[in-house]
């Protein structure tokens, strides 16, 4: 009887990585497109990452540069060139690049990549084009602005009229109500009943201005008149008040009750651009919404939030940068007017977050598959679609 041996295979070899700069799979769903080196001098080496040349988009590739790349692919081996497994694996300017837009290629890592992470382009140095990880793209820069206290609805301006005597007959009176005269006003009956006309002469003459003008028997004998202004602000509202004519004449003094505060107004400037004024409306925390949406507004603002503070006032308004670069975003001049006799003041932290110059930008067509370390040989996928 014959015997037969089986043999199974125990242990099993990883694949190891490919030379940079070629296609991994070379079964797989590969696409291909063919540009021209368009770099003035520089040549570019097989399993760098390329982007469309700005000003022959459809002909040409250059090295990745700049903030906002429109990439490409991989420039990836030809069969026209060396395949001895030397260095000699680049493309002269004027070169065809035969370049990989969909599939997945070795390149050597900028940093180290895990499989799943996102890819990010160096895109200049040492390793322009080669592929690293999200920390070599920088972080968007910061900017905090923190009021000492909420802002305030300001308030109106009261003043009081006061007559040292009684009113008597041919007495004559004369004011002016925020520079307007009133119909003079002559004794009528008595005291009292001159008085109730005086009021109705101020609320005539104040009219949209005033918001109230009141007999208040301060001492039980109707000498004084309370003014309230509408507008909030510290305006005089009575003066040159007298009273002439007549046997005897009450003397007239006008002083403020209380001191008037327009609302409050904030304004800054963003890079030299004014935001503002943003005036009080309806409440603290409705202003402070307000404020952060015309912040937000700005070019160079990704977003601002405003931190909600349940117990107390919002007190914070967080700004987050449209771009990589560090301290792209310059808030100054941050200055609350109004509301009160002390404004709320305004701190600003221009580095609540700072950035750092952009080294990478994110390739949001691409992904890593198989990982590794600086210097390494890492699989990397990508998809540019439409495609080219």
């Avoid at 990989?100 to 322009?128: F, K, R, S």
């Avoid at 009176?173 to 002469?201: E, K, L, P, R």
């Avoid at 221009?350 to 110059?357: I, L, R």
């Amino acid at each position: 009887m014959a015997i037969s041996n089986t043999h199974f295979q125990s242990a099993y070899s990883v694949q190891p990585a490919g030379l940079v700069g070629e296609v991994a799979d070379q079964n797989g769903n590969n696409d291909f497109a063919s540009r021209i080196n368009g770099e003035a001098s520089a040549s570019i080496a097989a399993g760098l990452a390329v982007m469309r040349d700005s000003s022959a988009k459809e002909t040409k590739v250059k090295a990745v540069a700049g903030t906002s790349p429109e990439l490409l692919g991989v420039a990836v081996a030809s069969t026209r060139q060396s395949a001895d497994n030397s260095d000699n694996r680049t493309y002269a300017a004027g070169d065809d690049i035969r370049i990989l837009t969909q599939g997945t290629a070795w390149m050597e890592a900028a940093g180290t990549l895990a499989a799943g992470d996102a890819v990010y382009i160096v895109n200049t140095g040492a390793d322009q084009g080669k592929p690293g990880p999200a920390s070599l793209g920088g972080t968007y820069p910061g900017v905090t602005l923190t009021w000492n206290k909420a802002l305030a609805a300001g308030q109106a301006r009261i003043e009081r009229m006061t007559f040292d005597a009684d009113l008597v007959t041919s007495n004559v009176f004369n004011c002016d109500v925020f520079g307007t005269a009133i119909d003079a006003i002559t004794f009528n009956t008595s005291h009292d009943v001159t008085m109730g006309q005086i009021v109705d002469a101020i609320i005539e003459a104040g009219a949209d201005n005033l918001l109230s003008a009141t007999l208040s028997d301060q001492a039980g004998n109707n000498r004084t008149i309370d003014v309230v202004s509408f507008a909030f602000a510290n305006t005089a509202i009575l003066t040159n008040s007298v009273v002439t004519a007549g046997a005897s004449q009450a003397g007239v003094t006008e002083a403020a009750v209380q001191t008037g505060y327009a609302p409050a107004s904030f304004s800054c400037t963003v890079d030299g651009d004014t935001i503002g004024p943003v005036v009080w409306s309806g409440s603290h925390d409705d202003t402070m919404q307000n404020i952060a949406a015309q912040l937000a507004g700005h070019s160079k603002v990704a977003s601002a939030v405003v931190t909600i503070d349940e117990d107390a006032f919002d007190p914070t308004i967080t700004l987050t940068g449209a771009n990589y670069a560090a301290d792209d975003i310059d808030v100054a001049s941050a200055t609350v007017t109004g509301g009160e006799a002390t404004p709320a003041t305004v701190t600003v932290d221009n580095e609540a977050t700072p950035g750092v110059a952009q080294t990478a930008v994110l390739w949001a067509d691409a992904g890593v598959v198989v990982g590794g370390t600086d210097g390494e040989t890492v699989k990397i996928s990508v998809a540019v679609l439409p495609k080219p």
